[in-house]
């Protein structure tokens, strides 16, 4: 990393800490509200099934109208004061 100066350090650790608990949050949304439990969605953690959710929201070269529709829910999701899928874990 070659960063020795305080500030940046602590301005690239709440980045990376905010951007686990969107992933890990989003995770536990998706669990709770559209997958069921499975033996291959237990094998998956919250972080990753959040994470690559949200790649998939961000990556898709196409604007299909039922990725909009999700961009649009995770935007709302993100939005929303209260986060309460987190606590249902």
């Known amino acids: ?9 602590e301005k690239l650790f709440a980045v990376v800490t905010t951007a ?7 995770g536990c949304h998706l669990r709770a509200e ?3 439990i499975s033996a291959k969605s ?3 953690s919250l972080f990753r099934l959040g994470l690559e959710d949200i790649l998939r929201l961000l990556s898709s070269g196409k604007t ?9 829910l995770f ?5 929303h ?3 309460n ?4 874990v």
């Open 81 to 83: 004061p209260q986060f």
């Open 75 to 79: 935007l709302r999701w993100l939005s």
């Open 64 to 72: 299909v109208p039922r990725h909009r529709d999700d961009l649009f």
């Open 20 to 26: 686990y608990i969107i992933s890990f949050g989003w």
């Open 85 to 88: 899928s987190i606590f249902l």
């Open 34 to 36: 559209r997958h069921p």
């Open 1 to 9: 990393m070659h960063m020795s100066d305080p500030r940046r350090l």
């Open 42 to 44: 237990k094998r998956k």
